[in-house]
């Protein structure tokens, strides 16, 4: 079963919108509560290709949609650079989750701890 946001825009709140000069954490002027975007038709191609895992990772069944969960989960791929002393610096894959900073305890939501650690499993080929 696809899934659709409805009146979810969540995502247009915590994430950065650079086509816009929206900064991330600042509502979207565009958003319009519970009826998405003013602009939805002509919308930014950031907006257009930008896509949370609740909405298609086909894993994340068991998760809340985000303005419940009061968390989204990117899908875009991201690295943090680690260096340990005397050994050459690793890149390591990570998994971006944007806090509902009025809800900052939502992490703890325990199917979050049970994807992410699905992710890192796969990931590493567990």
């Given at each position: 079963?696809?899934?659709?946001?409805?009146?979810?825009?969540?995502?247009?709140?915590?994430?950065?919108?650079?086509?816009?000069?929206k900064?991330a954490?600042?509502?979207c002027?565009?958003q319009?509560t519970?009826?998405?975007?003013?602009?939805?038709s002509?919308?930014?191609?950031?907006?257009?290709?930008?896509?949370?895992?609740?909405?298609?990772?086909?894993?994340?069944?068991?998760?809340?949609?985000?303005?419940?969960s009061?968390?989204?989960?990117?899908?875009?791929?991201d690295?943090?650079?680690?260096?340990?002393?005397?050994e050459?610096?690793?890149?390591?894959?990570v998994?971006?989750?944007?806090?509902d900073?009025?809800?900052?305890?939502?992490?703890?939501?325990?199917?979050?701890?049970?994807?992410?650690?699905?992710?890192?499993?796969?990931?590493?080929?567990?």
């Amino acid at each position: 079963m696809a899934r659709e946001c409805g009146s979810c825009t969540l995502c247009c709140k915590l994430l950065p919108v650079p086509d816009l000069n929206k900064l991330a954490g600042a509502r979207c002027a565009h958003q319009r509560t519970h009826k998405g975007c003013a602009i939805y038709s002509s919308k930014p191609f950031s907006c257009e290709m930008w896509s949370c895992a609740w909405l298609v990772d086909d894993d994340a069944g068991e998760l809340r949609r985000p303005d419940r969960s009061r968390y989204v989960i990117d899908i875009m791929p991201d690295f943090v650079t680690m260096t340990y002393e005397n050994e050459p610096p690793r890149r390591l894959p990570v998994l971006q989750v944007w806090i509902d900073p009025q809800f900052p305890d939502a992490h703890r939501d325990p199917a979050l701890r049970a994807y992410i650690e699905r992710v890192c499993e796969r990931e590493n080929g567990m």
